[in-house]
């Protein structure tokens, strides 16, 4: 079992719709969960972070994580051509004296026009 | 400034030169980080540096060294590589080691190894 899994997609999403993006991992000892978008070329930049469990919005942005079902989501609402990308879901655990950030292989989201 | 800024943008070098990757931020954190990344998959770690000293290093062979000269710079000194190094290396960092925070990453350096 990976340690973090996510569909390797491509997910097509017509413009203005909701996308939906998921991930699950292993660790039930993670504490901090993020979704980084990466445009093709360019390097994952952070676009949510969520540490406890229920939702977190930021725009057009929701996270949702379940720590029970070791479930982490993101919703992009009114997707634009722009949210064209790939998405990385990260999981990091700290414990003792060591931190471990572990990513997924990524979603690759394409926003239809 | 909340960027971690990486040069060269691209580095095309052969199979016995000597470079060096550079990477600098100054948002204060003290925890500095180094990838590689091929493409379509995701980041790799390869070294970790927390408060100017290495603290993990994942195994990475010898021709890659890593350097904190002080707490704001990170290098990457390039030695002997080979065509399969040819990636995206990302630098990184974040508040400190062990913090619940995520990382914030430079624009990377493409590198080709002919």
């Known amino acids: 079992q990976k340690e973090v899994e996510q569909n390797s997609g491509p997910l097509s999403v017509p413009e203005g719709a909701i996308a939906s993006l998921n991930c699950t991992y292993s660790d039930r000892g993670s504490q901090s969960f993020f979704w980084y978008r990466q445009y093709s070329g360019k390097s994952p930049e952070l676009i949510m972070s969520i540490y406890s469990n229920g939702d977190k919005e930021d725009g057009r942005f929701t996270a949702q994580l379940n720590k029970a079902s070791q479930y982490v989501s993101l919703l992009i609402r009114d997707s634009q051509p722009s949210d064209s990308a790939t998405y990385l879901c990260?999981?990091?655990?700290?414990?003792?004296?060591?931190?471990?950030?572990?990513f997924g292989t990524g979603t690759r989201l394409t926003i239809i026009p | 400034d909340t960027e971690v800024t990486q040069t060269p943008k691209h580095l095309v070098m052969g199979m016995t030169n000597k470079k060096s990757l550079k990477c600098e931020q100054h948002m204060g954190h003290r925890a500095m980080y180094w990838y590689k990344q091929k493409a379509k998959k995701p980041p790799e770690l390869m070294f970790v540096?927390?408060?100017?000293?290495?603290?993990i290093n994942e195994s990475v062979p010898s021709r890659f060294s890593p350097e904190c000269p002080n707490s704001s710079l990170l290098n990457l000194h390039l030695h002997a590589l080979q065509p399969e190094d040819s990636a995206l290396y990302l630098c990184?960092?974040?508040?400190?080691?062990?913090?619940?925070?995520?990382?914030?990453f430079g624009s990377g350096t493409r590198l080709t190894v002919v």
């Open positions: 990260a999981v990091k655990r700290v414990s003792g004296g060591n931190e471990k950030l572990t």
């Open positions: 540096y927390s408060y100017e000293k290495l603290s």
């Open positions: 990184a960092s974040s508040q400190e080691v062990r913090s619940v925070y995520g990382y914030t």
